[in-house]
C-alpha cells in the first residue's frame, strides 16, 4: 500500500512541534495532561505505521527530459535505400545529442536487434516490443521514430506504440516485376528444339528484358511489354546438349527488389533420337541423312535392298524413315515387319521421290492400311477393238452379280470405323472469398493462365469464381484464345464468404451442354470450408454425365473433411497445397494427367496455336482413326483396302505433279514438325499426287497450274503408333530449293522426333504432392508410383539432396500409403535444389531426378504488401507520419511529475521522539 496525499515533510511539520511540547512540558515539572498523552502517543504509533508502508511523496519539476529510440529496418526490401535509412537513423542521432536528449538506435529485420539479421521479413511488432521494453536511459516520455518501407511485415504493432515516420526517411517504392513461373518441357531429346516461357507479374506498364540462362549463361534474350497483372515472356527456340539442366530465367524491367525477378526449372536431355533411314535407288544423295544428323539425330542407314532381305531389329530405333523407297523393292515380309512395329508404338515417315512410287504406289501392300494416304487405282489399259458380234468386256448386265445392295463385293472387308479426336473440357472452380487475398488468388488466376498454355489449342477453358455467389470469370473459350483468357482472368478479385456447391452446378451444367467435347474435367481450388450441402450426390451425377473432378486444398486451413472426398466422388485427383506457389504447377499435372494433354495434341495438332482455328465461326470436326480397326489382320497379303471415300472430288490421281514453274507450298493443320519453322516454305518442283484418308490430318499442301491444292504432309495414328507421309522428295531435283533453306534440318528432325515412339515408362519414379517452405528449410510429401502411376506402397526409398552440387542433409520419414515426408535443411532460397533417389522394390532403382525452385521470402513474394504501408502504421499506432528530424530530437520543456519515497530522515526523528519520551518519563519518575 501507497500514500500519495500525504503532503512533502507535512507528518514532520506537525508531529515535531506536538513531541517536544509534551516533553517540554514534562521536563519543567507541569506534567502533561492526559489528552496531550494520548495524542503523542497515536502521533507516534501513525508515524510507525506509514514508515512501515514505505510512503513517497509525489510533485513536479519544470526540466528537459525524454528518449529517442530510432528503430532501423536493415531487411533486404530496403537495401535499395540502405543509404538513405542510414543517414536518417544519423540525423536524429545528432540532433538528439545536440539537444541532450538520450538517443538509442534498435535494428530489425525478421528479428530485432539479432546479429547478423535475417532479411528475409520484416518483423515489426518484435521491434516495437524492443523498443518499449528497453530499459529507459532517463525518466520522461520515450518516442520512437520508425525507419522502414513497410514491405513484406507480418503484423502491425499494438495501437500504443506510437511509432512516428520521421519526413523524408521512408524507402522509396517503385513498379516492381515478380517472376512467377518458368515453364519448361520435363524431358526432350539431345538434339531437340524447345521453347520456354517465363510467366511474371508487373505492378505497372512498360517494358523490360527477359533472359534465359544456365549457370551465368545467356541461353536467349527478348525484349516484352507488360501491363498490370499477369504477363508472359516466350522464349525463341532454343537446343541443350545431353544431361540435366538447370535454367534460370529473368525479368529485367529497372525495379529496385532483383530478388524476385527471377524463377527456375530444369530440363533433362536424354539421348539423342535413333532413326533408321532406308534410302532407295532414286535417293541420288544422303541429303535427308546429313539434315537428320546435323539436328542431333542418331541416323542408321540402309538400303531398300539389304531391309528388304533382312530387316534389323527395329526396336533399336525410335522411327523409321523410307526416302524414295519404291513398294516393289521391299518385301512382303519386310513390310509386314515395319506395319506391326508401328502398331505397337514405333514411328514411320514415308519420303516420296521422282519415280519412287510406280503406277500402284503401296496399294494391296501391307503397308497400305498403315498410310494416311490413298494410292490410286492405276488408269485401265486401253479397251481392245471388238468386233460387232463380240460382247464388250465389261457387261451391263452382270454387274449387280455377287455385289451386296450398297453395290461392293460380297468379300470386301467393311469399310473402316472412325472416331473423332477427343476434344477436352477444362473448368477451373476457384475459391474468391477473403480468406484467398493476396499470394492465393495470384496464384489461383496463373493456374488458369498456365492451363490455358498446357491445353491443346482445340481444347476449353472456363473459370468460375465463387464466394456466396458464383460467376463466371471465363466462359467456356478455347484454350488457344490467350489473350482473352488473361484479360478476364486478371480481374478476378476476393472478398466475400466461402459457399462451393452453387459453383460447382454452374460447371456441371455448363459442361454437360458443351457437346463438342468428350474429355470434361473440374479442378476445385479452395482454401478455406465451405457451407454444408450435399456433394456428394452433385458429384456423382457430374460423373453420370462423364465429367471428372479433382479438387486441390491450398493452405493449411481448407476443408480437410470435404476436398478429398470430392476427388474422390469425382473420380479424380486430390493435393495439398500447403506452398501457395506450387498451385500452378499441380493444376498443370492434373489436367495433363487427366485430360491426356500430350497424346492429344499429337493426334490433333500442335505448334503455334493461333493457326489451328478462327476465332469465331463453327468449329471444324477432326478425326482419327479407330486403333482396333487399324490393327492387323491376321494375313494383311489377302485383304483388300477398303474402299474409303476421297475426302476431296476435285483431286485428279496420278503418280506425280509437275509444273513448268514452282509448287508453292501451303500450311494447314499445325503439327510439332512445323513449330519453330517461320516464314513461309520454299517451293517444290514437283509433288505426289496422294489425296488423305479420312481421318488424317493434313498439314502442308501444294498447288498446281490449276491452283488446286493437294496434301502434300498428312499424318495419322496407326494402332499405338505415328505415321506420316510427305508426298515429295527430300532431294533434288523436286526440293532443290528445300535443301538450301535455314529450315530444312529442323523441320525434317522435329518430324522425326513428333513421330518417335515415346520412350518406355520407368518401373518406379517419384510425383511430389505437397511442400511446405520454412525459415530454415522445407518440407516436401512425395509419392512413389509405380511405371502406370499407381501408389506402390510395398517400395522404400532413400533421398539425397543438393543445391549447386553441395549436398543437403535430407531426412526421409514413411507416411504409409506409399507417401513418404522429406525434410531438408536449408535456409538459402537462391538456387534449384535436386531431390534424386533410389526405390528398393526390392532390388535398388534409380528414380529420376526431381526439382525445387524456392520461393522469394516475404520481403519480395508481393509486389505491393497487403499490409498497411509506412504512413499507415504510424496512424495505427498512434504515431504521426512526416515528423521532422528536428521535432523528434527536440527534449520536452515541461513541467514533469516526480514521486519521492519518504526521506529516511523521518524515520529516524520519530525514533529520536520515542528516545525523549521516554527520558521525560525517567525525569518525571525522580520528581
Known sequence: MKFETIPHWGLIGWLVPLALAA?????????????????QRGVLLVALVLLAAAPFFPWTDSRQEGELVVLADRS???????????????????RAAERGLPCRRIDFAADPCLSPLDPTSTDLVAAAAAARLAPALAPGERRVALLSDGRGHTGLPPADSRLDLPAGAEAPTAADCRATLLLLPGEVDEGQVFRAALSFEASGSGQASAFLAEAGKTLAEIEVEFRPG????????????QGEHPLEAR????????????????????????????????AGDDHLERALSAQGVQVAAQSEAAFSESPPDLSLYRAVVFHAVHPDRISPAAQKKLASYVREGGGFLLVGGPGSLGPRGWRDTPLAEILPVEFPEPPPPPEPETGPDEPPPDDPANEGENKTEEGKP??????????????????????KSGSMEGEKI?????????????????????????????????????????????NLVARLATGGDTYLYPALIQAHEALAALEEAHLKHVIVLSDGE????????????????????????????????????????GKGNFVSCTEVRTVPEFVIRDATRVLRVDERKELLAGGDADEILPEEGPLPEVHAPDPESAAPAKDPDTEVPPDVERPREEIVPGEHLEKKGKLAVFRGLPAPALAGVEGEFPPLAGAHVLPAREGASVHLEVAGEDGVRTPLLVSWRAGLGKCAVLATGAEPPWALDWIAWADYGRFLAQGARWLAADLPAPSYSLEISAVEWRRDGVRIEVRLVDGEGRPAEDARIEIRASRDGVAIEANVRDLGGALHEVTLETAQRDALIRLEGVASAPDPIPLAPLWLDPPPAAEWADLTSPAPGPEEIARATGGRAG?????????????????????????????????LEILARRILARR
Open 23 to 39: 516533553i517540554l512540558l514534562a521536563v519543567r515539572g507541569r506534567g502533561p495532561g492526559p489528552f496531550l498523552w494520548v495524542a
Open 883 to 915: 515528423v521532422s528530424p528536428s521535432a523528434l530530437a527536440r527534449p520536452l520543456d515541461r513541467e514533469v511529475p516526480r514521486r519521492d519515497p519518504f526521506p529516511v530522515e523521518a524515520g529516524a526523528l520519530v525514533l529520536a521522539i520515542i528516545g
Open 530 to 569: 465451405t457451407r454444408i450441402a450435399d456433394h456428394r450426390e452433385l458429384v456423382e451425377r457430374m460423373v453420370a454425365d462423364r465429367i471428372t473432378v479433382s479438387a486441390i486444398g491450398i493452405g493449411t486451413d481448407y476443408d480437410r473433411r470435404l476436398m478429398p472426398r470430392i476427388a474422390q466422388w
Open 76 to 94: 533486404g526490401s530496403v537495401q535499395p535505400a540502405s543509404d538513405q535509412i542510414e543517414r536518417a537513423a544519423s540525423d536524429l542521432g545528432t
Open 230 to 241: 499477369m504477363n508472359w515472356a516466350r522464349f525463341p527456340p532454343i537446343e541443350l546438349p
Open 442 to 486: 495470384r496464384m489461383a488466376k496463373e493456374s488458369a493462365i498456365a492451363a490455358a498454355e498446357a491445353l491443346a489449342p482445340e481444347d476449353y477453358l472456363g473459370v468460375v469464381a465463387f464466394d456466396a455467389e458464383p460467376y463466371w470469370v471465363l466462359p467456356l473459350t478455347l484454350a488457344k484464345s490467350r489473350d482473352r483468357v488473361e
Open 410 to 431: 460380297e468379300d470386301a472387308p467393311p469399310e473402316k470405323e472412325t472416331v473423332e479426336v477427343p476434344r477436352a473440357a477444362l473448368v477451373l472452380v476457384i475459391d
Open 251 to 282: 525479368i529485367l524491367a529497372g525495379d529496385p527488389y532483383p530478388e524476385n525477378d527471377a524463377a527456375r526449372a530444369a530440363v533433362r536431355v536424354g539421348p539423342a533420337l535413333s532413326v533408321l533411314v532406308v534410302a532407295g535407288k532414286a
